[in-house]
């Protein structure tokens, strides 16, 4: 057998590799989880400290916390790619803005979540609520939404820039009329890859968010999330079906929010082109 | 509007595009503006409406004057000017818009009322003698106009600011002759109303357009005259050979 030939069939075992991991691991998730969700499963409370029942406020929590972190994240994290794009001249202020979002992206998320605990949860006597838990989570998913922004606002054309300038647009004009909206697809997957990375964190939203049953009633009110859930039901070890069902779920919607992200940009263009011919 | 560049010189860094360059375009004059590839006439145009400024690593002297008023004058802003100097860059894309919201960008970045809006396009559009092919599908994506009609729509799209001047960058490059023919008599056309700069690298273009032309090589203006004064006898052969030449034959 040649070398190309053998070095062909070495990098395919790794695809291959990847996706029989995958697969594997969705497989045991999803076989031992699918069982355990049903109707009352997803539209109840826990029972017996989650040992019967259902998720439901958990289910709430998770997208109440992944809510609020993406809505303080996003537009702190979209300005200031917009910021670094557009703006800023290479130099000391642009190196130590994305110096501070990398170091931010290689913070341990329990670092997290001890920083959270002692700003929001006690300095700022937030306490452990779904805001407190928001915050922290902005924090650490602000290097992820400035990425994505960063280089979908740099994929557009510079030309495209050009062409608004010389038509007499300002600065603003070009960045709202002709940059985001090329870069709108983009920051929506980095949103999508934002959210399922809240949905899935532990260890930052249990010392902020804290690990209540009740329902929350408001962004005040502490909230167990999905993972928080999970990883409780999980280290107990007599309610596993109900900790796979917990996994089930929660993989399944990070599948789903990403699956979402991919298809909405599509969708809204689609849907524009239409629209703009049955004008 | 008067256009007139003084003793303009325009660095990349430490290379110099332009070098020294002085012109003036009156009032309704047409000028064509010719030079081979890398000459730095798109530098030139860019200059004058004040596309070139700002880029880290350039540096420029000299002045660009508009009715006499230095375009770059202490406070003065690069906004107005460009709505008042048009530019059509050589075979640009269209914006990612339909072929009206092509037209419509820049009277709508002024706020100006969506029936002036609508008025302006179309006359815009007729303008640039693309009307009669697009008027049905107005809002179809422009990418979808061929070559020569996406050069007509930045013509048109440029035209739709209402600008006093008009700075058409090889506006016929790549294009097939029926499509340039129409450009350039689009440009003749045009000349009464605007002060127009035509930039070209082709000999024959500068003869059938028939104007004042200057010559640009290696970013000096080195010849100029009407068209068919600096194309005649061996003066018009040292010409040919400039712009085909790329100015290595001097």
């Known amino acids: 057998m040649s070398v190309d030939r053998l070095a062909l069939a070495a990098l395919r075992a790794s695809g291959l590799l990847v996706a029989a991991g995958l697969l594997f691991l969705l497989g045991q998730v999803l076989i031992r989880g699918l069982p355990a969700i049903d109707r009352d499963f997803l539209l109840t409370g826990p029972r017996a400290m ?7 406020p958990s289910l709430v929590g998770t997208a109440a916390v992944g809510g609020v972190a993406l809505v303080l994240a996003v537009p702190v994290g979209v300005g200031t790619a917009i910021y670094l794009a557009e703006y800023a001249r290479e130099g000391p202020a642009a190196a130590a803005i994305r110096l501070a979002a990398e170091a931010l992206a290689g913070v341990p998320s329990v670092v997290f979540g001890l920083f959270g605990f002692s700003l929001f949860v006690i300095r700022l006597g937030l306490g452990w609520s779904i805001l407190s838990g928001g915050l922290t989570l902005a924090l650490m998913i602000l290097p992820t939404i400035i990425r994505t922004a960063e280089e979908s606002i740099r994929a557009v054309p510079q030309i495209h820039r050009e062409l608004s300038s010389a038509l007499g647009a300002t600065g603003w004009q070009t960045v709202t009329r002709v940059v985001l909206p090329g870069a709108w697809p983009g920051i929506l997957s980095g949103m999508a890859l934002a959210l399922g990375r ?9 010392f902020t ?3 209540s049953l009740r329902p929350p009633r408001s962004l005040l009110d502490p909230a167990r999330t999905l993972s928080v859930h999970f990883y409780l039901l999980a280290r107990e070890g007599h309610a596993l079906d109900r900790a796979y069902g917990v996994a ?5 919607s990070v599948l789903a929010v990403s699956g979402a992200a991919r298809l909405l940009p599509r969708l809204a263009a689609g849907h524009r082109a239409v629209a703009k011919r049955d004008q | 509007m008067t256009l007139a ?6 660095y990349y860094g430490r290379r110099r595009a ?5 012109l003036v375009v009156g009032r309704g004059e047409l000028m064509v503006l010719a030079g081979p590839g890398g000459s730095g006439k798109s530098t030139l145009l860019r200059c004058i ?11 420029l002297t000299g002045r660009v004057l508009l009715d006499g008023r230095d375009t770059r004058a202490r406070g003065a802003d690069p906004v107005p000017i460009r709505r008042r100097v048009g530019l059509v860059f050589a075979g640009a894309p269209p914006l990612p818009l339909s072929i009206y919201g092509n037209v ?11 029936r002036e809006v609508e008025r302006r396009v179309r006359h815009a559009l007729e303008a640039a003698s693309l009307w009669d092919e697009v008027a049905g599908r107005l809002h179809d994506p422009a990418v979808e106009l061929s070559g020569g009609q996406q050069q007509r729509l930045a013509i048109a799209r440029a035209l739709a600011v209402e600008p006093e001047a008009l700075l058409l960058d090889e506006p016929t490059s790549g294009l097939d002759p029926l499509n340039v023919s129409r450009i350039e008599s689009l440009a003749v056309g045009m000349r009464r109303e605007k002060t127009l700069v035509f930039a070209t690298a082709d000999p024959e273009q500068v003869a059938r357009i028939g104007a004042a032309t200057a010559i640009l090589v290696r970013g000096e203006l080195v010849e100029r005259g009407d068209a068919a004064d600096i194309l005649a006898g061996p003066r018009g052969s040292r010409v040919r050979d400039l712009l085909i030449g790329g100015g290595d034959g001097r």
């Open chain 2, 18 to 22: 332009l070098n020294r360059v002085s």
């Open chain 1, 50 to 56: 989650g040992r019967a029942g259902g998720v439901l």
């Open chain 2, 49 to 59: 409406n004040r596309m070139a400024d700002g880029v880290p690593g350039t540096r």
């Open chain 1, 209 to 211: 968010a804290g690990t």
């Open chain 1, 248 to 252: 089930a779920l929660l993989v399944l």
């Open chain 1, 198 to 206: 809240s949905a899935g964190e532990t260890a930052a939203v249990m």
């Open chain 2, 5 to 10: 560049v003084c003793n303009l010189s325009f």
């Open chain 2, 104 to 114: 419509a960008y820049g009277p709508q970045l002024q706020g100006t009322d969506r």
